[in-house]
């Protein structure tokens, strides 16, 4: 099988990797504010840092997203091991990934530990969830948009605003449409993606079976308005990473790193340093 290109945006040039990983229906560029920040080019709020130790950052488009090839199925243990041919034993990486990205890169830990020196993992655990209506409806509305009949950008959030009502969480999905001369197409993969829900939401157990534990430090970043990360997930996230922390971003939800992105990049830039406390 031909594998697909995955488009990646590389910040900086010293300092060691981090690899940034987005959630369902993101994109790479997701990531840029933070991977700036890491590299020393700018603060969170766009101020300029005084960062001495920088970070090298690279952004992924993961499959079937941005501008990354498309395949006829979605699989965790085929994605991560696409996103480990980026990486070189010779160089680990720290791993950071939102949502699907966060599996992605659990995924990635577990089946190549030797190309990832740490692991962050932004608001999922390694379970299978079943509340997935809201992706469900979020491909419905996208699907229901009628492309031909757009003439702005502009027209797109109005048709969906009465299926998304949320303004941010609206222009997140819009930021996948885009205009090819005259006309307008999805860049996500909506087929694909769609039919996968039940996989996305998913956790390859069975896939994974006999696969040892990764041993490398991990960090769990939960908003403390999501359901992602609770209690009942602990006996899996210290099965599977038993060397892991867990911090709890007050006045965030699922979308932690935009909703607060100063009080993230610090949580994050204390773990990639191994300094600092473990809480917020």
């Given at each position: 099988?031909?594998?697909?290109?995955?488009h990646?945006t590389a910040?900086?040039?010293?300092?060691?990797?981090?690899?940034?990983?987005?959630g369902?229906f993101?994109?790479?560029?997701?990531?840029t504010?933070?991977?700036?920040?890491?590299?020393?080019?700018t603060?969170?709020?766009?101020?300029r840092s005084?960062r001495?130790?920088?970070h090298r950052?690279?952004l992924?488009?993961?499959?079937?997203?941005g501008?990354?090839?498309?395949?006829?199925?979605?699989?965790?243990?085929?994605?991560?091991?696409?996103?480990?041919?980026?990486?070189d034993a010779?160089?680990?990486?720290a791993l950071v990934?939102?949502?699907?990205?966060g599996?992605?890169?659990?995924?990635?830990?577990?089946?190549?530990?030797?190309?990832v020196?740490?692991?962050?993992a932004?608001?999922?655990?390694?379970?299978?969830?079943?509340?997935l209506?809201?992706?469900?409806?979020?491909?419905?509305?996208?699907?229901?948009?009628d492309?031909?009949?757009?003439?702005?950008?502009?027209?797109?959030?109005?048709?969906?605003?009465q299926?998304?009502?949320?303004?941010?969480v609206r222009?997140?999905?819009?930021?996948?449409l885009?205009?090819?001369?005259?006309?307008?197409r999805?860049q996500v993969?909506?087929d694909?993606l769609?039919?996968a829900l039940?996989?996305i939401g998913?956790?390859?157990?069975?896939?994974?079976?006999?696969t040892p534990?990764y041993?490398?430090?991990?960090?769990?970043?939960?908003?403390?308005?999501?359901?992602?990360?609770?209690?009942?997930?602990?006996?899996?996230?210290?099965?599977?990473?038993p060397?892991?922390?867990?911090?709890?971003?007050?006045?965030a939800?699922?979308w932690?790193?935009?909703?607060?992105?100063?009080?993230?990049?610090?949580?994050?830039?204390?773990?990639l340093?191994e300094?600092?406390s473990?809480s917020?």
């Amino acid at each position: 099988m031909t594998e697909p290109s995955l488009h990646t945006t590389a910040i900086g040039d010293r300092g060691s990797l981090v690899l940034f990983a987005h959630g369902l229906f993101g994109q790479g560029r997701n990531w840029t504010q933070v991977g700036k920040a890491l590299a020393g080019a700018t603060g969170a709020t766009g101020t300029r840092s005084t960062r001495v130790d920088p970070h090298r950052v690279l952004l992924v488009d993961l499959p079937h997203h941005g501008r990354s090839g498309w395949e006829d199925s979605f699989d965790y243990l085929r994605v991560a091991d696409q996103v480990a041919g980026l990486l070189d034993a010779a160089d680990p990486a720290a791993l950071v990934g939102h949502s699907l990205g966060g599996k992605v890169a659990m995924v990635l830990a577990l089946r190549h530990p030797e190309l990832v020196e740490r692991l962050c993992a932004v608001d999922v655990s390694p379970v299978a969830y079943d509340h997935l209506s809201q992706f469900e409806g979020y491909v419905a509305a996208m699907r229901g948009l009628d492309l031909d009949s757009l003439s702005r950008r502009g027209d797109a959030d109005e048709a969906m605003a009465q299926s998304v009502p949320d303004a941010t969480v609206r222009g997140f999905l819009l930021q996948n449409l885009r205009r090819d001369g005259e006309s307008w197409r999805w860049q996500v993969n909506l087929d694909v993606l769609g039919a996968a829900l039940p996989v996305i939401g998913g956790w390859p157990e069975q896939q994974l079976a006999g696969t040892p534990p990764y041993p490398g430090p991990v960090l769990w970043v939960a908003g403390a308005r999501s359901d992602y990360i609770t209690p009942a997930y602990a006996e899996a996230m210290d099965r599977w990473f038993p060397g892991n922390r867990r911090v709890t971003v007050k006045d965030a939800g699922h979308w932690v790193h935009s909703e607060q992105p100063g009080v993230f990049l610090e949580v994050l830039r204390r773990f990639l340093d191994e300094t600092g406390s473990d809480s917020t």
